[in-house]
């Protein structure tokens, strides 16, 4: 057997969320910076956060520290069986540290968020902008495809924060959220002759989403998905999500065709 170089044993290497969580941390509370205020000094960003930056932090409620508020947040340092759940959130506070730090000191966070790009490539995911702050979301070609064609702004952003983790078991939340996509779009189901238009109006009628209510409007239906609601939620976002890019692609192809009958036109023989 040939001997792997080193950058095939890198490349080829599993991915450890605990390994990653304890990598992070290391950076976070242990790895000396040198600090640049007048004079260098040795600092960890976690004694940068604690004395300098706790202030500024827009989540510190009414915490009294920093340790504090990482045990209101469920963040353990310790913790040597970090999950996936465990690491992005603290990749999550990271990301809050950074914003509410001073521009000019954002350097100090380079070597980490290195890190954290390595792991969020690795797990096919991705940052985006959410409404109080940066979150960590599925990475989803389709998705973002969705999102650059809708003209709302916060309804890119409901689409994007569905697949937060925070959503995954959350039938109300999840709710919420696709009767805003679905309002959004209402008269354009209504008035489109893709099958799916009308698949989502049912669905949304069925499951009662429009109106907010969590009581099924058919006993029949509810008998036969009530264990499955939450499957059911994220297939009508699926969708919807569709539908987003089918009206796009619908409008194309009406140009398409108005050039095809212009072209149809310079043909005939004069």
């Known amino acids: 057997m040939s001997r792997k170089s080193i950058y095939d044993i890198i490349e080829e290497s599993k991915f450890n969320s605990s390994l990653e969580y304890a990598r992070l941390r290391y950076r976070f509370d242990h ?123 916060n309804i890119s952003l409901e689409i994007l924060e569905y697949n937060h983790r925070s959503n995954i078991g959350n039938l109300t939340s999840k709710q919420t959220i696709l009767a805003k996509i679905g309002k959004a779009y209402e008269l354009k189901i209504k008035k489109s002759n893709n099958p799916i238009s009308d698949d989502i109006s049912f669905l949304l009628n069925k499951l009662n989403i429009r109106h907010n209510n969590s009581v099924l409007k058919d006993k029949q239906i509810m008998d036969n998905i009530k264990d499955d609601l939450e499957e059911w939620y994220d297939k009508l976002y699926t969708l919807l999500v569709a539908f987003i890019i089918y009206d796009e692609t619908e409008k194309i192809s009406k140009e398409v065709q108005k050039l095809k009958r212009l072209s149809k036109k310079d043909s005939l023989p004069s």
């Open 31 to 153: 790895e000396y910076i040198e600090q640049l205020s007048g004079l260098y000094y040795n600092s960890t960003l976690y004694a940068h956060v604690e004395n300098d930056l706790f202030d500024n932090l827009p989540i510190k409620g009414t915490c009294i520290d920093l340790r504090d508020l990482l045990e209101e947040l469920k963040i353990d340092l310790s913790k040597q069986n970090a999950d996936l759940d465990d690491l992005f959130n603290l990749i999550e506070f990271i990301l809050c540290a950074i914003d509410a730090d001073y521009p000019e000191m954002r350097f100090l966070y380079d070597d980490i968020m290195s890190n954290i790009d390595i792991i969020l490539e690795k797990t096919s995911h991705k940052i985006i902008k959410g409404r109080l702050g940066r979150i960590v979301v599925p990475a989803n070609e389709i998705v973002d495809e969705a999102v650059a064609l809708v003209d709302d702004k």
